[in-house]
C-alpha cells in the first residue's frame, strides 16, 4: 500500500511525484529535505483541416502544461514536440513544500495546403514555474485532501517573454483502500494579457478533470489508469478571440517502478478518445537527494 499511493499520484495529479516507500504521511518532502524531479514528454499530433489559429497544447506533467501558439495553419499537419522538465521541491513543514521547475522543449512541424508543403522547427526555453503543495487533510474516515498553487515566473511566446501572467490552483482528493487508490484531481490554470511582439496576447484559460484508479502488484511494481478531461478556451490577441474554446478526453495508462527507497521511475501514456487527435508519453524519474 505504501507504493501504490506514489504511483497513483505521479501519474494522475500534480501533488504526487512521490518516493518509494510511500505513506500518507510522506506525501509532502519531508522538512528540511530536497526532492529533485526530471521528466520528459513527447507528443505527436496530425491533424486534417486544422484552422489558423489553434494552439498547440503538450502536457508536461500530471497538472502542468505548454501551449505553443500558432495563427499559421494548413488543411493538413503533423508534429512532434518533445518537453525536458528539471524541477526541485524543498520542505518546509510537515504539511508543506514549495517547489521550482524550468522546461525546455524541441518541436518540428510539417504542413501540407494549397499553396504546398512547408517544414519548421525550433529548439528554445519553455517556461519556468514556482509554487506550494499543502496536506490539509490525511486519509482516514474520510478522503485525504491535497492542495496546490503555482504561478509562472518565466514564459517564452513566439516573439517576446512575460513573467507573474499565468497561475494554477488544483485539488486532489484520494481514498485508499487496499491494494486500490480512488482518486479525482481537479485544477484551473488562468492567464492575464501579455505582450507578444507588438501584439497583446493572452493564452485561453484551462480546466482540468482527471478520475483515477492504481492497483499495487506488489512492493515495486503499481499500475494506474485514469480519464482526464480538460476544457481549454480560445487565446486572444488584441482583445480578439482567435478560434473556439476546446475540449478533450483523454485515457491516462500508466506503471511505476521503485528502483530503490527515495528513487522512483514511472511512464504515463495519454491517449485522445474525443476532441482532437495524437498521444503522448511521459516518463518521470524523482529522487530524494
Known sequence: MRFILGVLLVSLSHLAWADLPLTVEDLITDKGKLKLEASLSYANADRHGISATDPVTIQ?????????????????????????????????TAKAEIYARLSGLAS??????????????????????????????????????????????????????????SAMLG??????????????????????????????????????????????????????TGVQWTRHAADRFDGQAQGIARTATDLLLGVGYGLAKGNTLSTTLKLNTSGRDGAEIRVNWLYML
Open 60 to 92: 508536461t506533467g500530471p497538472a502542468s502544461f505548454i501551449t505553443l501558439p500558432t495563427r499559421i495553419g494548413e488543411s493538413v499537419g503533423n508534429s512532434d514536440t518533445t518537453v525536458a522538465t528539471l524541477g526541485l521541491r524543498y520542505g518546509l
Open 108 to 165: 518540428s512541424q510539417r504542413s501540407s495546403g494549397l499553396d504546398g508543403s512547408r517544414t519548421s522547427s525550433e529548439s528554445r526555453f519553455a517556461d519556468a514555474w514556482a509554487g506550494v503543495n499543502y496536506q490539509f487533510k490525511q486519509d482516514n474516515d474520510t478522503p485525504a485532501v491535497l492542495g496546490f498553487a503555482e504561478i509562472a515566473l518565466h514564459e517564452k511566446h513566439r516573439v517576446s517573454s512575460s513573467s507573474f501572467k
Open 171 to 224: 485539488l486532489t482528493i484520494y481514498k485508499a483502500i487496499d491494494p486500490v487508490v480512488f482518486s479525482l484531481t481537479s485544477a484551473y490554470r488562468f492567464n492575464h494579457e501579455r505582450a507578444d511582439g507588438a501584439q497583446h496576447y493572452q493564452p485561453g484559460s484551462l480546466l482540468l478533470l482527471s478520475p483515477g484508479l492504481a492497483f499495487a502488484i506488489n512492493d515495486r511494481v503499481t499500475t494506474t
